[in-house]
C-alpha cells in the first residue's frame, strides 16, 4: 500500500472511532521518518559525513511486538 492508501485508511479510521483499524506505524515511526531529511543535510553539509541516528524509543524497538501486515 502507498503513502497516500495509509493516510487515507487512517483517517477514514479516525472518522470512525480510533478502534476501528489501528495503523500500522507509531508516532516513533513518524519521527523517524521525519528525522531523515534533517540528518541528511547535515551529514552532506559536512561532506557525507556519518550522522548518528537517534533512538526515540530509548530502545524499546528491541522489545516491541511485531505489527501484523495485512495480505503478508
Not at 5 to 14: E, I, M, S
Not at 34 to 50: I, K, T
Not at 51 to 70: H, N, Q, Y
Request: aromatic share 10%; charged share 25%.
Amino acid at each position: 500500500m502507498d503513502t497516500h492508501g495509509k493516510r487515507r485508511d487512517f483517517l477514514k479510521a479516525g472518522a470512525r472511532g480510533a478502534a476501528a483499524i489501528a495503523p500500522d506505524y507509531d508516532v516513533y515511526d513518524a519521527a523517524s521518518w521525519s528525522a531523515v531529511a534533517g540528518l541528511s543535510e547535515q551529514s552532506v553539509a559536512n561532506r557525507s559525513q556519518a550522522v548518528d541516528f537517534p533512538d526515540f524509543t530509548r530502545g524499546k524497538w528491541k522489545t516491541a511486538p511485531p505489527v501484523k501486515i495485512l495480505g503478508c
